[in-house]
T-cell receptor, first 120, second 114 residues
């Protein structure tokens, strides 16, 4: 079974600084996907970034980058130049592995989340 | 594009009552999902569907049922509501292309069972 671990219940960062949110995962499979979602206090789930397990380059989306270390089974989210609007809960998630036929049902397993607070 | 829409936004149920949570997507996605989020926790998969007429159980299916008669709609049925079903329910649909993919989430339905 897959498992996602986010060890930081809460993180604080000063506005304009960078912050890293940790995520480790456990799987014996080679083909899988990793996601980060943001959940502000309003409750919606906002997709931030995706990394496929075979992608050699770290994914980037604007101020978000995913530090993917496959051997360590970690997929940390780096937010550069933090803004007050970045204050939210952040979830790491892993998509189930691709099967022998090369397909996946796309089922996601989520971590417990990290609450990020950005101070002015 | 409205994306993924859910109704209602909030509902209070008495123990033993039943209800249907509605979910609709206008992106023509085959894959759709229902998750629940308990307070302070991550999301857990209840049911999923890979296309009209095809559904399967996720991690926490007990107490729920789903159907998928069209590509657009994926309703979640709660029978005999229990306090343990107090949660926020999210519907999602999947999009992927080559080496990229995502799941688009609806705004959620907050359910309180008393």
């Amino acid at each position: 079974a897959q498992k996602i671990t986010q060890t930081q219940p809460g993180m604080f960062v000063q506005e304009k600084e960078a912050v890293t949110l940790d995520c480790t995962y456990d799987t014996s499979d080679q083909s899988y996907g990793l996601f980060w979602y943001k959940q502000p206090s309003s409750g919606e789930m906002i997709f931030l970034i995706y990394q496929g397990s075979y992608d050699e380059q770290n994914a980037t989306e604007g101020r978000y980058s995913l530090n993917f270390q496959k051997a360590r089974k970690s997929a940390n989210l780096v937010i550069s130049a933090s803004q007050l609007g970045d204050s939210a809960m952040y979830f790491c998630a892993m998509r189930e592995p691709t099967n022998a036929g090369g397909t996946s049902y796309g089922k996601l397993t989520f971590g417990q989340g990290t609450i990020l607070t950005v101070h002015p | 594009n409205a994306g993924v829409t859910q109704t209602p936004k909030f509902r209070i149920l008495k123990i033993g009552q039943s209800m249907t949570l509605q979910c609709t997507q206008d992106m023509n996605h085959n894959y759709m999902y229902w998750y629940r989020q308990d307070p302070g926790m991550g999301l857990k998969l209840i049911y999923y569907s890979v296309g009209a007429g095809i559904t399967d159980k996720g991690e926490v299916p007990n107490g729920y049922n789903v159907s998928r008669s069209t590509t657009e709609d994926f309703p979640l049925r709660l029978e005999l509501a229990a306090p343990s079903q107090t949660s926020v329910y999210f519907c999602a649909s999947r999009s992927w292309s080559g080496s990229w993919e995502t799941q688009y989430f609806g705004p959620g339905t907050r359910l309180l069972v008393l």
